[in-house]
């Protein structure tokens, strides 16, 4: 991911299934210090696995600085998405991904950034950078 032409670092990417069922599972992400993320698959405590399942998803974006230590809720703020909302909403984002067994699987997402119109990011996922799996019932 890239916002005016550099790395963003620690945004969440999600891939949440389109289809239901109980063999579909999210994948998730978080960007590096490159822009750069791997997404995981949880299946249980033991068995969280590299990649995303074969199939259509919804993608959201987030970007939320963790803080340091205890917030103070009367003191402070919490901490805010520092991306427009929408893209951490799967029915408003508007991203879409297919992962296919043998496809490039490579995603590209551009979007505005909360305070300016003219900045954007970018999301590249790589297929070197995941496997694809397919759970059998």
């Known amino acids: 991911m890239l916002s005016d032409g550099k790395p963003l670092e620690k945004a969440e990417v999600t891939f949440l299934p389109k289809q239901g069922g109980p063999n579909a599972r ?30 259509q998803y919804m993608v959201t974006i987030r970007k939320v600085d963790v803080p340091q230590g205890v917030i103070d809720p009367e003191d402070q703020k919490p901490p805010q998405n520092q991306l427009p909302e929408r893209y951490g909403n799967p029915q408003q984002s508007g991203l879409s991904a297919t992962v296919t067994e043998d496809g490039d699987n490579t995603f590209e997402f551009s979007l505005p950034a909360a305070n ?22």
């Open 26 to 55: 999210p994948a998730r992400g978080r960007t590096d210090q490159h822009g750069r993320f791997r997404l995981r698959t949880y299946f249980g405590p033991s068995d969280d696995t590299n990649g995303a399942l074969v199939g």
């Open 116 to 137: 300016s119109i003219s900045r954007a990011v970018q999301c590249n996922y790589h297929q070197n950078d995941f496997e694809t799996h397919e759970r059998l019932p």
